[in-house]
């Protein structure tokens, strides 16, 4: 019988053990407190923003959000960023991506102080992870890895294929399982016979962004399944979440699979307050 990891209830137990966290923190004097910026209009980040508030609040996080427009410089979001750097009472600093094209995601991350970079993208974080040292890890990998933790009694020596190269998912997972000593391949859209390769996995692990691209046979029987696309895409007229794996055809040959929705999307937040509570505490020393 397949599992169905149920990425909601995981992440609502995380969250109720860091709620008690922060609570005896504040018995400390110490307020957990991440700043959210959020520029424009974007449908998807506001609603993404909306869910990390909404969670900052369940957590007794402290949350402030900025809102700019899209026309807002560069220049005046890095003072921005330099204000909240130092400000003593600020412990995390997101800023929501997609940025608007005028703006260099690479410039407004790279001024985030690494102390604060809750969400895992600052290159001091990114190379840490990859030489296993101590730093913030991405949210989306972070929330995968505790699932697959939570199914896989060990992964030493499985194969791990992860299908997207990105920075933020495809990158972090790697290190991630390399350091749990899977072996690693990372596909991706110029990889050949993606299938085949797909087929080799004992973890295989979506992040493209492209609707129900895994078919049900290009999964082995019994692997494990991690999508974590989140697309929106219409069906008969109504708009409808849909991973980047077919959930119909390959849940039956999966040994586990985590569905979208609820599957890894909650993991992403409650791993960011995993990691606001961490920045919390080690700025408090
Ligand atoms: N946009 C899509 N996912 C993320 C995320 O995890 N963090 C931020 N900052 N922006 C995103």
Redesign the pocket.
């Given at each position: 019988m397949t599992k169905l990891i149920n990425g909601k209830e995981f992440a609502d137990k995380l969250c109720d053990k860091l709620a008690s966290e922060v609570l005896s923190l504040h018995s400390q004097g110490v307020e957990p407190c991440i700043a959210v910026i959020l520029v424009g209009d974007d449908p998807a980040s506001h609603v993404?923003v909306k869910n990390k508030i909404r969670r900052c609040e369940q957590v007794h996080i402290r949350s402030l959000e900025f809102r700019f427009e899209d026309t807002i410089s560069e220049q005046a979001l890095l003072e921005k960023i330099e204000d909240l750097n130092g400000d003593s009472k600020v412990h995390g600093i997101?800023?929501?991506?997609p940025l608007p094209e005028h703006i260099n995601d690479s410039a407004i991350i790279a001024a985030i102080s690494p102390a604060k970079d809750v969400?895992g993208f600052h290159k001091e974080s990114a190379g840490a992870l990859m030489l296993g040292q101590d730093g913030f890890v991405p949210?989306?990998p972070l929330g995968s890895l505790m699932l697959l933790g939570d199914v896989l009694p060990t992964l030493s020596g499985l194969h791990a294929v992860i299908v997207g190269r990105s920075n933020?998912v495809g990158k972090p997972m790697a290190s991630l399982l390399l350091a749990k000593n899977c072996t690693v391949t990372i596909a991706h859209s110029r990889t050949q016979n993606l299938p085949d390769v797909c087929k080799q996995a004992d973890i295989l692990v979506a992040a493209v962004g492209k609707p129900e691209l895994i078919r049900g046979g290009w999964v082995k029987p019994g692997a494990v399944v991690i999508d974590v696309g989140i697309n929106r895409v219409m069906v008969n007229d109504a708009p409808k979440l849909k991973g980047d794996v077919c959930f119909d055809e390959v849940k039956d040959i999966a040994s586990a699979i985590t569905p979208v929705p609820g599957g890894v999307g909650p993991m992403?937040i409650a791993c960011l307050m995993y990691n606001t509570v961490e920045a919390a505490r080690k700025q408090a020393g």
């Open positions: 993404y997101l800023v929501q991506l969400d949210c989306t933020i992403t």
